[in-house]
């Protein structure tokens, strides 16, 4: 990091940009949905005027020492449709999380290869067809308007430097405000322009993709001709990806951090070969150096990855971050195959907000579309335990358990609405040919549903087949008053589940099998759902905030855990066990049939940060990831923390202003989330020396 | 004491899978329960007792140490046995002394010695019989060496060094891998001379992969309380041991911890 860099890094940490923020209240555009009904906008029309208006507002703004510009200043978007109307759409229609297009993988290389301009004349040509639609019209002179006002905004942009005499920042700007890239310095800019610009639409949870790959052609090619030094080339990566931390505190999410800035690095090519490249290296170093949340890393893996790339990963997982996560060619690629995607598409894939597998470019999937409580479904059959004279009896009740929830769920997904998104259409493949918003859908349409409390759920069914079915150890009665009491006059038997019964986690078939079942279920009891856009339904391991939400009103569970006790975040042993330890634990969680369960979900691990004292236990941990990939593990996500510094974080945040931890899915600051989510990482059981 | 010379059964007081300090790759280590020694900076004193004992843990008491049969053992180390093998690691056994319980510890080894890359973390406090009994069982031998002057190590650790030397020279000449480990402790053994003392002991040995220097954490003496025992150091826990690496500037790979 140099002191550019250094500087740079500090001012943004002081949060010193945001003196130039505006909200749409003090710009005078927090009315925007009245006059939109007034004129009788179309919905579409609506978001490209809003998007206009937004970019006609936004003050250009150089911070010091920046090469890369582009700084949000309006604080929000305001709302395309009034009340009235939000409410009445919202009567008729599904609505997922805001309404907005979100948490999909932009294709970002094809605007950076053609240019602005190009992109408008294709939109240009494209309206020649005389069987357009009215829609489909609307809809390409949207986008067309939208190119322009984003060409505006650069334009502004550009003379703005110009009068502050920064005029390579100029000639950059004006280079990109009609053409493809031509350098790293100008790929790396209009990359952050069209990035910014899917935030300032209104869209979230947007992220980064496989930058290592589409941005590796710019950087070689600037370097084999001598015009960049790899120096200068790093000091704009560590740029770009300082940018990544600009505005994302008024990115939308669950909790500040979660805003979806993924980025996937590496990955086995159709042809066999291991894309990992210079960039991708340089990318690991820069967030090494940089000790930010964001760009949030992911490292594509399989069984042949060389060791060397493990302990670059593991490198910066010692420093706490929380990432690089894993994820698997070996089983997400055949898992996505099977459920439909192309092979060239699936060999593609990429990881959505948190660890969603998704196709960038032509995915419209909505893989957090809802959450299947595993562990309710087990709850939900208890009462009916006396009427089941065998263990299969009992275990078809739940599988009939979960087809039921299903069924409830799917149903809800119906007639779906999603506010239109010009500016992201630009970015997916094949809308202007379609002449197609991507929120009316891509090429494929599939939803995915989180599968929670998946340990708890399997820890629970082992202690009943082995104490109830098995041994006849325990009887209904006293399953039941303790489930209804709270284990309160069932000391014994809470004793008894929690320390001897087998725990998923402990490398025990008795116990690990049964997950297996479940998950197997689980994605059997999607099969031959088909939504209301063609798609197919996607069984996954994930939480995401479910993990706290399904544990409220849980009630006390079979295994023993008290109500009032957490549920693991992810594809993770439940909170109170006694640990074997880490290799015990991924031989559990690689057991499943994990490329059923391809909607994704990580097993996660912490480390206290002592056991990482030098490069040898760093490499070591390298060799545990490696490990749990050759054993068909599907995702992993690491985490060192150290207890009594997060506790300490608590009583004095002033103190902790930037440390980092793994939340579910994302990694965000410590002293910002909500009590209960740093109570939650607070509680995961850490491995320790 | 007839548990002592079981070949059947052992007290362990824990299996630590992922010890990343404990030799190469990825291991387990297993915590044989006895010593004979009585080391005054122990970090690990629940493993001095050889018989299982109460352990108060976040005011919850456990049992510290169990039996276990050599079988047992053998199994639960076997069944990861795909996993060292992967990794370039295995399994380590330390203690207490774990050649203390040297029958167990012999039997378990002939159990998992063909399949399992195996490693033991000795003081060298053993008989010369016994020492030389184990060691084709063993992949590598991680060797304490607390201090060469008999006086001291008496003074310190409560046993002479007499055997201790021996079985280190019996080791030097052996041909088997081998680790030196010194625990530096502050105002003991940190001294220059001792080093070289232990230098001059080991420098020709050609199986040396190299020394450990393991300086001494103030946290170590957390667990006395536990057991229900006081800490008191006769040395001051706050001052960092001194570094004499002499064993770098002879070409030794050294690695101090």
């Not at chain 1, 555009?29 to 006609?56: H, T, W």
């Not at chain 1, 790899?230 to 505005?247: I, M, P, R, S, Y």
């Not at chain 1, 990318?283 to 399989?302: F, G, H, M, T, W």
């Not at chain 1, 490198?315 to 690089?324: E, V």
Request: hydrophobic fraction near 35%; glycine fraction near 6%.
């Amino acid at each position: 990091m140099n002191e550019r860099i250094k500087n740079l890094r500090e001012y943004l940490l002081d949060k010193k940009h945001h003196q130039f923020r505006r909200t749409p209240g003090e710009l005078g555009i927090q009315n925007l949905s009245d006059e939109y009904k007034a004129s009788g906008f179309s919905p579409v029309k609506r978001s490209a005027a809003c998007f206009s208006a937004m970019l006609e507002k936004e003050q250009p703004v150089i911070l010091p020492g920046e090469k890369i510009v582009f700084t949000r200043t309006v604080t929000e978007v305001p709302e395309v449709f009034t009340k009235e109307e939000w409410d009445a759409i919202k009567t008729s229609h599904y609505i997922h999380e805001k309404g907005y297009v979100c948490n999909i993988s932009p294709d970002y290389a094809y605007t950076l290869t053609y240019g602005l301009e190009a992109r408008k004349e294709e939109i240009s040509k494209r309206l020649e067809d005389a069987g357009l639609t009215k829609d489909q019209k609307e809809f390409l002179l949207s986008a067309y308007s939208s190119l322009v006002s984003l060409q505006d905004c650069i334009e502004k942009y550009a003379q703005y430097a110009l009068s502050v005499g920064e005029t390579e920042i100029a000639t950059t700007l004006q280079a990109i405000k009609c053409n493809g890239a031509t350098s790293f310095r100008e790929a790396l800019q209009l990359l952050r322009i069209l990035h910014f610009s899917i935030w300032e639409a209104g869209n979230y949870h947007n992220t980064l993709g496989r930058f290592d790959q589409y941005m590796y052609p710019y950087y070689i090619r600037d370097i084999e001709n001598g015009v960049l030094t790899k120096e200068d080339a790093f000091d704009l990566l560590e740029e770009f990806f300082l940018v990544c931390n600009k505005d994302s505190d008024l990115y939308p999410g669950m909790q500040q951090g979660d805003n979806g800035q993924s980025m996937v690095l590496g990955g086995r090519s159709m042809t066999g070969e291991y894309l990992f490249n210079e960039l991708s290296r340089m990318c690991l170093q820069a967030s090494y150096e940089l000790e930010l949340i964001d760009p949030k890393i992911n490292i594509r893996v399989d069984r042949d990855t060389p060791a060397e790339i493990y302990e670059l990963g593991s490198q910066l997982t010692k420093i706490g971050l929380g990432f690089p996560q894993y994820s698997n060619d070996d089983v997400v690629i055949p898992g996505l195959i099977r459920k439909g995607y192309a092979e060239e598409d699936a060999y593609n894939y990429v990881v959505a907000a948190c660890w969603e597998f998704i196709i960038p470019g032509v995915a419209m999937d909505i893989p957090n579309i809802d959450a299947l409580s595993l562990i309710e479904c087990v709850r939900d059959c208890m009462e009916q335990l006396k009427d089941c004279p065998d263990y299969a009896s009992f275990y078809s009740l739940i599988e009939k358990e979960m087809a039921n929830r299903l069924d409830a769920m799917c149903k809800k997904h119906h007639n779906i609405y999603m506010i239109p998104a010009p500016m992201m259409s630009l970015l997916m493949d094949g809308t202007i040919e379609r002449a197609k918003d991507i929120s009316e859908g891509g090429k494929y349409n599939n939803y995915g549903i989180h599968g929670t409390g998946i340990a708890t759920a399997a820890d629970s069914l082992a202690a009943i087949k082995k104490y109830y079915y098995e041994e006849q150890k325990v009887d209904y009665s006293a399953w039941m008053n303790a489930l209804t009491h709270n284990f309160k006059e069932e000391k014994e038997l809470q004793e008894l589940l929690r320390k001897e019964a087998p725990k998923m986690g402990q490398d025990d078939d008795y116990v690990d099998l049964i997950a297996r079942d479940l998950l197997n279920s689980f994605d059997r009891a999607l099969q031959g759902r088909i939504n209301e856009k063609g798609g197919v339904y996607r069984a996954g391991t994930g939480t995401a905030m479910y993990y706290i939400f399904h544990a409220t009103e849980l009630g006390a569970t079979p295994d023993g855990r008290s109500a009032d006790e957490k549920i693991p975040a992810n594809y993770s042993p439940s909170l109170y066990i006694k640990q074997k330890g880490p290799l015990s634990v991924i031989k559990s969680f690689a057991k499943p049939d994990l490329k059923n369960v391809v909607n994704g979900g990580p097993l996660t691990l912490e480390f206290d940060q002592s056991v990482f004292r030098n490069d040898e236990s760093v490499a070591k941990l390298g060799m545990l990831v490696r490990t749990f990939i050759t054993l068909g593990g599907h995702q992993l996500q690491l985490n060192t923390v150290c207890k009594e510094k997060l506790l300490d974080a608590k009583k004095h945040p002033e103190n902790y202003r930037n440390l980092i931890v793994r939340v579910w899915g994302w990694s965000g600051y410590f002293v910002e989330l909500d009590e209960c989510y740093q109570d939650h990482v607070i509680n995961r059981i850490e491995f320790g020396l | 004491m007839n548990s002592l010379n079981s070949i059947q059964q052992g007290t362990i007081f824990s299996i630590e899978e992922f010890a990343v300090n404990d030799g190469p790759g990825i291991r387990t280590t297993v915590f044989l329960k006895g010593c004979p020694l009585h080391c005054v900076w122990c970090h690990n004193p629940e493993g001095i007792s050889p018989e299982p004992q109460y352990m108060m843990k976040k005011d919850e008491t456990t049992v510290c140490g169990y039996r276990i049969t050599a079988d047992e053992l053998a199994s639960r180390l076997l069944k990861n046995k795909e996993i060292y093998s992967l990794n370039k690691g295995g399994v380590t056994f330390t203690g207490g002394e774990p050649l203390l319980q040297y029958g167990f510890l012999l039997n378990v080894l002939r159990k998992i010695k063909p399949e399992i890359h195996t490693a033991i973390e000795t003081s060298g406090f053993a008989s010369e019989e016994v020492f030389r009994e184990v060691l084709p069982l063993l992949d590598l031998v991680l060797f304490d060496v607390k201090h060469t002057d008999p006086a001291i190590h008496k003074k310190y650790t409560g046993v002479d060094n007499q055997l201790i030397r021996k079985n280190l020279e019996c080791l030097c000449s052996s041909g088997k891998d081998f680790v030196i480990r010194i625990p530096l402790i502050p105002g003991i053994n940190d001294t220059k001379e001792n080093m070289l003392a232990v230098l001059d002991i080991i420098r020709d040995a050609k199986s040396l992969q190299r020394v450990e220097i393991l300086r001494y954490h103030k946290m170590a003496g957390a667990k006395y309380s536990m057991i229900g025992k006081e800490y008191n150091p006769p040395f001051d826990p706050e001052i960092p041991p001194r570094v004499y690496n002499v064993f770098e500037d002879n070409n030794i790979n050294t690695i101090v911890l």
